[in-house]
C-alpha cells in the first residue's frame, strides 16, 4: 500500500464514520433501542466485510476469549457515543473521546513498563483545561450538559478500554491473529447489541418510541447509514493496523488523532452548523492539542 494514500483515507473514513453517526442521532426521536440497532448492523457489516477482507484463519482461545470481552467493550463505547451525540456537539464530543489517548499511555507506564514522557504530563493538564471548559455556565442547560460530559466519559473510558485490549493482544504471542480478533469482537458486539436492543423493544413494546417509528424513505435512509458506517469501521480499523506497523508512532498517532479531530471539527461547523460558546471552542482547541501531546510526538 501507498502509506500517503492510505493515511488520507484512513482520515477520510474515520470522518466519514463520524459523520454518519451523527446524521442518525439527529433523529431526536431514536431512543436507545435505535442505537443499539445501529451498533448491531454497523458492526455484522464490519464482521462480514474483514472475513472477505483477510478471512478468519486459524485463532487461539485466548484470540477468541479477547476478542468476546473486546466485543463487550465496544458495545458499550458504541453506545455510549451515539448517545452523546444525540444530546451534545459531534466536535467536542469527539475531542473527549479522543482523550482515551490518556487510558493506553497510562497502561503503558502501569502495565508495559513504558516512561510517561513531559509531553503526555502536558497532554494531561491541556485534558483537564479543556475538560473545564466545556462545561456551560447556564443553570438551564447545565444538567444536560453534564448528562453529555458523563456519556463522553463513559465513551472515553471505553475508547481506552479498547486500545489497552488492543495493545494486550498485539504484545502476545498470538498477535498473528489480528483479523480473527476483530472479526470476533465486532461479531460479539453485534450479537450483544442485538439481545439487548430486542430486550428493549419488547420492554418498550407499546412506548412513545414506538410510536415515532420513521418512515418507509426515512428507514430505508438509516439503514444506508448503518451500512456506511460498519464499511468505515472496517476500512479504518483495517488501515490503521497497517499504517501502525510501518510508520513511526511519533508521526502516525499524531496525525491520524489531531489531524481527525481537526477534520471533525470543520464537519460540525459546516455540515451541521454548530455553535458553541467562546469558551467551548478554546476547550476544542485545547483538547485538541491535548490529543497530540498526549500520543508525545516529541519522544
Not at 88 to 107: D, H, N, W
Not at 205 to 220: D, F, I, R, T, Y
Request: with cysteine; net charge positive.
Amino acid at each position: 500500500m501507498n502509506i500517503p494514500i492510505t493515511l488520507i483515507s484512513s482520515l477520510g473514513v474515520a470522518l466519514c464514520g463520524n459523520i454518519s453517526k451523527k446524521y442518525y442521532t439527529n433523529r431526536k426521536s431514536i431512543g436507545l433501542s435505535g442505537n443499539f440497532v445501529f451498533n448491531a448492523v454497523a458492526c455484522l457489516v464490519s464482521t462480514v466485510i474483514l472475513l472477505c477482507w483477510g478471512g478468519f484463519g486459524i485463532s487461539s482461545p485466548f484470540t477468541i476469549a479477547l476478542g468476546v470481552a473486546f466485543g463487550a467493550v465496544t458495545s458499550l463505547q458504541g453506545i455510549s457515543v451515539l448517545s452523546a451525540l444525540q444530546i451534545g456537539p459531534m466536535s467536542y464530543t469527539s475531542v473527549i473521546i479522543s482523550f482515551s489517548t490518556l487510558v493506553s499511555a497510562l497502561s503503558g507506564v502501569v502495565f508495559f513498563g513504558e516512561a510517561l514522557g513531559w509531553a503526555q504530563i502536558v497532554g494531561m493538564v491541556l485534558m483537564l483545561i479543556s475538560f473545564v471548559l466545556a462545561v456551560k455556565s447556564d443553570s438551564n442547560e447545565k444538567k444536560a450538559n453534564l448528562k453529555w460530559i458523563f456519556l463522553c466519559l463513559i465513551a472515553f473510558s471505553a475508547t481506552g478500554g479498547i486500545g489497552v485490549m488492543q495493545k494486550v493482544h498485539q504484545s502476545s504471542q498470538h498477535r498473528g491473529e489480528l483479523n480473527a480478533f476483530l472479526i470476533v469482537a465486532f461479531a460479539s458486539s453485534a450479537v450483544f447489541c442485538t439481545i439487548l436492543a430486542l430486550l428493549l423493544k419488547r420492554r418498550n413494546n407499546k412506548s412513545a418510541e414506538e410510536g415515532n417509528a420513521p418512515k418507509s424513505k426515512q428507514l430505508w435512509m438509516m439503514v444506508a447509514v448503518m451500512l456506511i458506517n460498519g464499511a468505515c469501521i472496517a476500512v479504518n480499523n483495517k488501515f490503521n493496523l497497517y499504517l501502525s506497523g510501518v510508520m513511526d508512532s511519533a508521526v502516525f498517532f499524531p496525525i491520524v488523532n489531531g489531524g481527525g479531530l481537526v477534520l471533525t471539527t470543520l464537519a460540525a461547523v459546516i455540515i451541521f452548523k454548530e455553535k458553541l460558546l467562546v469558551k467551548q471552542w478554546i476547550g476544542v482547541v485545547v483538547g485538541i492539542a491535548s490529543v497530540i501531546f498526549l500520543c508525545n510526538p516529541f519522544a
